[in-house]
């Protein structure tokens, strides 16, 4: 058999280039996680109750422009590759949109709420044309799960600094900039995040190379594509965990500057709070190809979940007074969450190569867009969750809340991500790709493209 002690290997440089591209991604994509929805109940002025059904609708119109973008990715040919050239065409488009969606025009609410619309679902189109394929690029870097593994947790640490950033400095950001205008501030704000990502973009354009390509001798077939996809029974419990993931991460995310503003009563605290968890995170990130070594990659995922639900849960009777006790489960939260994306970006790897293997055909772009169906669908109902039961217990903004309220926001930041978190891990139990067949099956599938090589 090959020896693939050294096959595959990746630079520190590559891994790290294109990295840069998810820091690019995460500071505008964590701005729209955590700031956009009180940037438009509170700055904006949009009603609640608006602001949840349009997350719900725009985030589910994108979610099912995902596969679409997987095929026409995979049926992209250029002399860059089939998922790179998307990074170079689309970067100044996604910082350009992000400003224009953290713009507040001089309109009626109605207006307002048009126009949020709009732009909110441009960026979604946006977002998509280049984030599937930048993700679709770490199935093609190579052909080792073991140097996916590790890229992905490089990937997770620069997503997660680029977290880290945000949640450090954009709301001081804003006050500085916008000088009393908080409006203004955003602006600015994000324009300057914007220009960072569209730099960082064209880093990871140059940096990467794509180096696994699909048997050229098998015919391009989108029906046959997706066949193989619904016959790929591991592949599709990776799509339900990342569905609940993404709910309660998506909760979670956005009831933080509520729970701290109007529970606490310390809005700027909320900064320190989520820079803590987005630290930790990053802390939780760096051992996690040492505890796949250890555990094997579900059995991490399953323990990591489990912690998470009960250090989540626990928010639920915390004293707002208390605030060691608030920071001590968020870190203990954060460094659960640490090893679960880099290991949900391996996996799904790891399904595509089961079916290469199984069949010969390999579609990367539409099995990590279709994934992404579960990913955007999960965080426009955890979106719309959140402001819809905002809106039942009766929050309005920059008013006193009431007990009836605050009861809602300690539920959104405890037992409701809690639940969605514990729903999570009924998938992984019976996922069964495992470590000695994933090595099998990368074995095999290298000696299948060297024979092709030699004819």
């Known amino acids: 058999m090959t020896n693939l002690k050294n096959s595959g290997k990746l630079s520190v440089l590559e891994k790290m280039g294109y990295s840069m591209g998810d820091f690019a991604s995460s500071s505008v994509w964590q701005t729209l996680m955590f700031f956009l929805p009180v940037f438009y109940t509170d700055t904006f002025g949009i009603p609640a109750a608006a602001v949840g059904t ?160 699909p048997d050229p001798q098998i015919e391009a077939s989108l029906k046959l594509d997706i066949k193989e996809l619904f016959k790929n029974r591991n592949w599709f419990l990776i799509f339900l965990t990342n569905l609940f993931l993404l709910i309660y991460v998506a909760i979670r995310s956005s009831v933080i500057i509520y729970y701290f503003d109007y529970y606490v009563g310390n809005k700027e605290l909320a900064s320190a709070f989520m820079v803590a968890g987005t630290f930790s995170v990053l802390v939780g990130v760096m051992p996690t190809n040492w505890l796949v070594r250890k555990m094997g990659k579900r059995m991490l995922f399953i323990v990591s979940l489990i912690i998470i639900v009960i250090s989540q849960a626990l928010f639920f009777i915390a004293d707002p007074t208390d605030i060691v006790l608030l920071f001590a489960l968020q870190i203990i939260f954060s460094l659960a969450s640490g090893p679960s994306i880099p290991l949900f970006l391996s996996m799904i790897a790891d399904t595509i190569d089961y079916t290469e293997w199984k069949s010969g055909r390999r579609a990367t772009g539409l099995f990590y867009s279709a994934v992404g169906i579960a990913g955007k669908s999960g965080f426009a109902i955890g979106g719309a969750i959140t402001m819809w039961i905002l809106t039942y217990y009766g929050y309005v903004a920059n008013m006193p809340q009431t007990d009836e309220s605050i009861f809602g926001i300690r539920l959104l930041l405890s037992i409701i991500p809690a639940v969605m978190a514990a729903i999570c891990i009924v998938p992984l139990i019976f996922y069964n790709l495992t470590e000695k067949q994933v090595k099998t099956i990368e074995i095999e599938l290298q000696e299948r493209k060297s024979k092709i090589n030699a004819e």
Not at 74 to 92: C, M, N, V
């Open 54 to 213: 349009m997350f719900l609708v725009v985030r589910l119109f994108d979610a099912f422009n995902d596969p679409i973008m997987g095929v026409i990715a995979d049926r992209t040919r250029t002399k860059w590759g089939s998922f790179r050239p998307y990074l170079l065409w689309f970067a100044a488009p996604y910082a350009i949109v992000a400003v224009l969606m953290f713009s507040t025009p001089d309109l009626s609410v109605t207006g307002k709420i048009v126009y949020a619309y709009i732009t909110y679902t441009i960026m979604m189109v946006i977002y998509t044309a280049i984030n599937v394929p930048f993700g679709s690029i770490i199935g093609v870097m190579s052909p080792s799960s073991e140097e996916r593994t590790s890229v992905s947790s490089y990937r997770m640490v620069f997503a997660y600094g680029a977290g880290l950033a945000v949640q450090a400095f954009l709301i001081p950001m804003v006050e500085y900039l916008g000088k009393g205008d908080e409006a203004r501030g955003y602006q600015l704000a994000v324009a300057i995040l914007g220009l960072f990502a569209f730099i960082f973009f064209l880093v990871a354009f140059f940096t990467t190379k794509e180096r696994v390509k």
